[in-house]
Nanobody, 127 residues
Framework: QVQVVESGGGLVQAGGSLRLSCAAS????????MGWFRQAPGKEREFVAA????????YYADAVKGRVTISRDNAKNTVYLQMNSLKPEDTAVYYC????????????????????WGQGTQVTVSS
Protein backbone atom coordinates (compact mmCIF):
# COMPACT_ATOMS: atom_id res chain seq x y z
CA GLN A 1 0.00 0.00 0.00
CA VAL A 2 1.15 3.54 -0.70
CA GLN A 3 0.01 6.98 0.32
CA VAL A 4 0.55 9.97 -1.92
CA VAL A 5 0.53 13.64 -1.01
CA GLU A 6 0.53 16.44 -3.56
CA SER A 7 2.08 19.87 -3.11
CA GLY A 8 3.14 22.84 -5.17
CA GLY A 9 -0.18 24.22 -6.27
CA GLY A 10 -1.02 27.89 -6.13
CA LEU A 11 -2.09 31.00 -7.97
CA VAL A 12 -0.18 31.94 -11.10
CA GLN A 13 -0.73 34.31 -13.99
CA ALA A 14 -1.40 33.04 -17.47
CA GLY A 15 1.86 32.15 -19.16
CA GLY A 16 3.51 31.29 -15.88
CA SER A 17 4.87 28.01 -14.55
CA LEU A 18 4.34 25.71 -11.61
CA ARG A 19 5.91 22.47 -10.52
CA LEU A 20 3.73 20.06 -8.65
CA SER A 21 5.21 17.36 -6.49
CA CYS A 22 3.73 14.09 -5.28
CA ALA A 23 5.49 12.40 -2.39
CA ALA A 24 4.76 8.74 -1.79
CA SER A 25 5.18 6.73 1.35
CA UNK A 26 6.64 3.26 1.55
CA UNK A 27 9.68 1.50 0.18
CA UNK A 28 8.12 0.16 -3.00
CA UNK A 29 7.54 3.38 -4.91
CA UNK A 30 9.34 2.01 -7.93
CA UNK A 31 6.67 -0.70 -8.18
CA UNK A 32 4.03 1.89 -9.06
CA UNK A 33 3.13 3.56 -12.30
CA MET A 34 2.14 7.13 -11.52
CA GLY A 35 -0.25 9.61 -13.01
CA TRP A 36 -1.61 13.10 -12.69
CA PHE A 37 -5.26 13.96 -13.16
CA ARG A 38 -7.21 17.18 -12.70
CA GLN A 39 -10.75 18.23 -12.01
CA ALA A 40 -12.13 21.67 -12.72
CA PRO A 41 -15.31 22.96 -11.07
CA GLY A 42 -18.37 21.39 -12.62
CA LYS A 43 -16.31 19.03 -14.77
CA GLU A 44 -15.29 15.41 -14.58
CA ARG A 45 -11.83 14.35 -13.54
CA GLU A 46 -9.54 14.14 -16.55
CA PHE A 47 -6.20 12.60 -17.30
CA VAL A 48 -3.17 14.90 -17.53
CA ALA A 49 0.01 12.81 -17.64
CA ALA A 50 1.39 9.41 -16.72
CA UNK A 51 4.80 7.86 -16.22
CA UNK A 52 5.98 4.29 -16.08
CA UNK A 53 7.67 2.65 -13.12
CA UNK A 54 11.11 3.19 -14.55
CA UNK A 55 10.37 6.72 -15.73
CA UNK A 56 11.36 5.80 -19.24
CA UNK A 57 7.88 6.06 -20.71
CA UNK A 58 5.48 8.96 -20.43
CA TYR A 59 2.11 9.87 -21.88
CA TYR A 60 0.25 13.17 -22.02
CA ALA A 61 -3.22 14.42 -22.67
CA ASP A 62 -3.51 16.42 -25.87
CA ALA A 63 -4.62 19.47 -23.87
CA VAL A 64 -1.27 19.73 -22.10
CA LYS A 65 1.15 18.14 -24.55
CA GLY A 66 4.16 20.34 -25.12
CA ARG A 67 3.49 22.41 -22.01
CA VAL A 68 3.75 19.79 -19.29
CA THR A 69 6.46 17.34 -18.30
CA ILE A 70 6.04 14.46 -15.89
CA SER A 71 9.09 12.97 -14.21
CA ARG A 72 9.94 10.87 -11.21
CA ASP A 73 12.79 10.33 -8.79
CA ASN A 74 12.48 6.82 -7.38
CA ALA A 75 15.23 7.49 -4.85
CA LYS A 76 13.11 10.29 -3.39
CA ASN A 77 9.75 8.54 -3.80
CA THR A 78 8.49 11.56 -5.70
CA VAL A 79 6.82 12.28 -9.00
CA TYR A 80 6.74 15.76 -10.48
CA LEU A 81 4.57 17.67 -12.90
CA GLN A 82 6.29 20.67 -14.46
CA MET A 83 3.69 22.93 -16.04
CA ASN A 84 4.68 25.80 -18.32
CA SER A 85 2.75 28.32 -20.39
CA LEU A 86 -0.20 27.91 -18.09
CA LYS A 87 -3.65 28.92 -19.29
CA PRO A 88 -6.79 29.84 -17.34
CA GLU A 89 -8.34 26.57 -18.52
CA ASP A 90 -5.65 24.71 -16.60
CA THR A 91 -7.32 25.85 -13.39
CA ALA A 92 -8.30 22.75 -11.45
CA VAL A 93 -7.53 20.56 -8.50
CA TYR A 94 -4.64 18.33 -9.51
CA TYR A 95 -4.48 14.79 -8.20
CA CYS A 96 -1.63 12.34 -8.06
CA UNK A 97 -2.38 8.63 -8.38
CA UNK A 98 -0.46 5.38 -8.05
CA UNK A 99 -1.04 2.00 -9.66
CA UNK A 100 0.94 -1.07 -8.63
CA UNK A 101 1.94 -2.74 -11.84
CA UNK A 102 4.25 -5.53 -12.94
CA UNK A 103 5.80 -4.15 -16.09
CA UNK A 104 8.33 -1.37 -15.76
CA UNK A 105 7.46 0.18 -19.10
CA UNK A 106 3.68 0.45 -18.85
CA UNK A 107 1.98 3.83 -18.57
CA UNK A 108 -1.55 4.02 -17.20
CA UNK A 109 -3.93 6.74 -18.31
CA UNK A 110 -7.32 5.44 -17.22
CA UNK A 111 -8.44 6.74 -13.82
CA UNK A 112 -10.18 3.49 -12.91
CA UNK A 113 -6.87 1.63 -13.10
CA UNK A 114 -5.36 3.61 -10.27
CA UNK A 115 -5.62 2.26 -6.76
CA UNK A 116 -4.30 5.13 -4.66
CA TRP A 117 -5.09 8.80 -4.84
CA GLY A 118 -3.95 11.92 -3.09
CA GLN A 119 -6.15 14.69 -1.74
CA GLY A 120 -5.25 17.08 -4.52
CA THR A 121 -3.62 20.47 -4.81
CA GLN A 122 -5.34 23.55 -6.22
CA VAL A 123 -3.91 25.26 -9.28
CA THR A 124 -5.45 28.58 -10.26
CA VAL A 125 -4.38 30.42 -13.38
CA SER A 126 -5.50 34.01 -13.67
CA SER A 127 -5.95 35.75 -17.01
Amino acid sequence: QVQVVESGGGLVQAGGSLRLSCAASGRTFSSYAMGWFRQAPGKEREFVAAISRSGGNTYYADAVKGRVTISRDNAKNTVYLQMNSLKPEDTAVYYCAADRILRQTTVVFEAFEYDYWGQGTQVTVSS
